[in-house]
């Protein structure tokens, strides 16, 4: 079953705007992380928030996440025609060292040129 | 190329017979992991390998499907008497136990199963 749910399912934007989706999960966290795949492909990761982190930036990506609210949120800024690809949150819920992400169902954006 | 690599990238089969990928990881991780994604939707957890100990098996895990890494390398995934459910995209992972905090995982590009 799918922990993390994004909204929306798809989305819509002009080159240079900002692209903002957001994820929300069900069960406390270890970490949450996002990932990009463009079609027919496999998963690229983008970016890992620990849940004692609050934001975090990578380049034009900004990640931010609120374990009270049990969501986070991923924030292209500037977008380009090739952020066109599904973003997927995956959170890693498992105690230990055991490792499962369980993934979203995504959200598809497309940047129009 | 020092990504993770799977074969085939497509793969059409009649119900009823059987299948085998293969993955590839990134020398240097220890660990593999096993996705299914159907169309639409998020990929869903199959099975975990560190090194050559199979850790866990999802319930998505039937009796028709088996995994090995055997010496720690590569890994096959085997389905056995296909149904038209199996229909996927099957994907590899692979991380560093020391790592994987950091950087998350690697994915291959996928294997796409098609039974008919």
């Known amino acids: 079953s799918q922990q993390g749910e994004e909204d929306p399912q798809a989305l819509s934007i002009q080159e240079g705007e900002n692209a903002t989706m957001n994820c929300s999960y069900k069960?406390?966290?270890?970490?949450l992380q996002w990932y990009r795949q463009n079609s027919g492909r496999g998963l690229v990761h983008l970016i890992l928030?620990?849940?004692?982190?609050r934001e975090k930036h990578s380049g034009r990506l900004r990640v931010t996440l609120d374990t009270s609210k049990k969501s986070s949120s991923l924030l292209i800024t500037a977008s380009r025609a090739a952020d066109t690809a599904s973003y997927f949150c995956?959170?890693?819920?498992?105690?230990?060292?055991?490792?499962?992400?369980?993934f979203g169902s995504g959200t598809q954006l497309t940047v129009l040129p | 190329d020092t990504g993770v690599s799977q074969d085939p990238r497509h793969k059409i089969t009649k119900r009823g017979q059987n299948v085998t990928f293969r993955c590839d990881p990134i020398?240097?991780?220890?660990?593999l992991y096993w996705y299914r994604q159907t169309l639409g939707q998020g990929p869903e957890f199959l099975t975990y390998?560190?090194?050559?100990?199979?850790?866990?098996k999802s319930r998505l895990l039937s009796d028709r499907f088996s995994a090995e890494r055997p010496k720690g390398s590569f890994s096959t995934l085997e389905i056995q008497r296909t149904e038209q459910g199996d229909s996927a995209m099957y994907l590899c992972?692979?991380?560093?136990?020391?790592?994987?905090?950091?950087?998350?995982?690697?994915f291959g590009s996928g294997t796409r199963l098609t039974v008919v």
């Open positions: 992972a692979s991380s560093h136990l020391d790592r994987e905090l950091n950087y998350g995982y690697t």
């Open positions: 069960t406390s966290i270890n970490n």
């Open positions: 928030i620990r849940s004692n982190e």
């Open positions: 995956a959170t890693d819920a498992r105690p230990g060292s055991a490792r499962q992400l369980t």
């Open positions: 020398s240097e991780h220890n660990r």
């Open positions: 390998f560190q090194n050559e100990a199979q850790l866990e």
